[in-house]
């Protein structure tokens, strides 16, 4: 395993890159090394990965973007496709092959776009993921996030983020950085949801068998527990995939646990 270590002189290149059909990404580049891009849940923004880049960068070209709508993003005026925004930030930095970190929402997109572009995915990150074509179980906390979600109310939808998917509450590592996200991004998620392109066709969970790049699949032992019973399907499902649970962290891990992560993604990506 490579130290978990940072350099004071890792380049680092700030850009609002065109998103297609409009509009304009935030993303960040630092390192040099092979290149892994990181992808962040819904409600949230770059900013999940702070604790963690410095170290990833000593080894690796690493990029970080906000989705469409979420931190210093533009919000959409029409219809878009978040597979198509991933494409777009590979193309935007030449990449035409990358590993993919996601967490959440941006584990599900990683692997959407790997089984549509298998050619471009060099390896695989899942943390606490979630995957399209997933039918979650309802329980009154998913009532009610649903609703805050249907009836637009972003100081309702933030309580419910940070209660049920911060579980591990604001004394926690990365408290304080967590619930300024959500309660930033609140209302920016519910417009930029209502743009989303819903595509019946996306249900990775029914092809779990033809993802080709090496996967290690992370999730926190705190996280919500269906997290964990889709990791297993993943686990199971994905060929050659490796899991990893890890104590003390619940939906929010790059900030819970960061050294833990980094060392297993230095050990995981090429």
Do not use: K
């Given at each position: 395993?490579?130290?978990?270590?940072?350099?004071?002189?890792?380049?680092?290149?700030e850009?609002?890159?065109?998103?297609?059909?409009?509009?304009?990404?935030?993303a960040e580049r630092s390192g040099t090394g092979t290149p892994v891009v990181l992808l962040h849940g819904a409600g949230m923004d770059s900013r999940l990965w702070d604790a963690i880049v410095p170290a990833l960068a000593s080894h690796h070209d690493v990029i970080?973007?906000?989705?469409?709508g979420l931190g210093r993003s533009t919000p959409p005026d029409q219809m878009f496709c978040d597979i198509e925004d991933l494409g777009a930030v590979l193309d935007y930095f030449g990449l035409h092959t990358a590993a993919l970190v996601g967490l959440s929402m941006g584990g599900?997109?990683?692997?959407?776009?790997?089984?549509a572009h298998p050619e471009r995915v060099s390896a695989l990150g899942l943390v606490g993921t979630s995957v399209s074509g997933h039918v979650w179980p309802q329980d009154p906390q998913s009532s009610a996030y649903a609703t805050a979600r249907r009836q637009q109310d972003p100081a309702a939808l933030a309580e419910l983020e940070l209660s049920i998917w911060a579980s591990?509450?604001?004394?926690?590592?990365g408290g304080e950085l967590i619930e300024t996200m959500?309660?930033?991004?609140?209302?920016?998620r519910i417009v930029s949801?209502?743009?989303?392109?819903?595509?019946?066709?996306?249900?990775?969970?029914?092809?779990?068998?033809?993802?080709t790049a090496p996967t290690l699949v992370i999730h926190g032992n705190c996280d919500h527990p269906e997290v964990s019973v889709i990791a297993e399907q993943l686990v199971?499902?994905?060929?050659?995939?490796r899991g990893q649970l890890i104590a003390d962290a619940d939906h929010y891990l790059p900030l819970r646990t960061p050294e833990l992560l980094t060392n297993l993604l230095l050990a995981h990506l090429p």
């Open positions: 395993m490579r130290p978990n270590s940072a350099s004071a002189d890792v380049p680092r290149l850009v609002h890159l065109p998103a297609p059909g409009g509009g304009r990404l935030w970080r973007y906000d989705a469409r599900e997109i990683s692997l959407d776009f790997a089984l591990m509450g604001r004394s926690a590592p959500v309660t930033q991004n609140a209302h920016r949801e209502r743009q989303l392109q819903h595509s019946p066709d996306r249900d990775a969970e029914a092809r779990l068998g033809d993802i199971t499902g994905i060929p050659g995939a």
